[in-house]
């Protein structure tokens, strides 16, 4: 089996900052993309940044200058530092990565269970 477990989270000011951590494990053979998506209520599921296992990296418009994504390949994990929030940014942020397991040839996308980022006065 594989998990993507996501931590970090939670309330800050608007201006304010935080970090998000994925982690994934268990059977896995390689990953390829490591990503974080969010989902606002009543609004579909978004982008947010996304690096592959070579470094190359997307950001979300949105984002850009202000939120930042590193991995480490070697501990399968996946931050993103979030930085001068805004009320815009609130939403449940989850964890993807693009996982071929041990036991399969071919990849597939497994999610965290999400974490919810509230920015707010």
């Known amino acids: 089996q594989v998990q993507v477990v996501e931590s970090g989270g939670g309330l800050v000011q608007p201006g304010g900052s935080l970090r998000l951590s994925c982690a994934a494990s268990?059977?896995?053979?390689?990953?390829?993309?490591m990503g974080w998506y969010r989902q606002a209520p009543e609004k579909q599921r978004e982008l947010v940044a996304v690096?592959?296992?070579?470094?190359?990296?997307n950001y979300a418009d949105s984002v850009k200058g202000r939120f930042t994504i590193s991995r480490d390949n070697a501990k399968n994990t996946v931050v993103l530092q979030m930085n001068s929030l805004k009320p815009e940014d609130t939403a449940v942020y989850y964890c993807?990565?693009?996982?071929?397991?041990?036991?399969?040839?071919?990849?597939?996308?497994?999610w965290g269970q999400g974490t919810q980022v509230t920015v707010s006065s």
């Open positions: 993807n990565a693009d996982i071929r397991s041990i036991f399969s040839t071919r990849s597939l996308g497994y």
């Open positions: 690096i592959t296992n070579g470094g190359r990296i």
């Open positions: 268990g059977s896995i053979f390689s990953i390829n993309a």
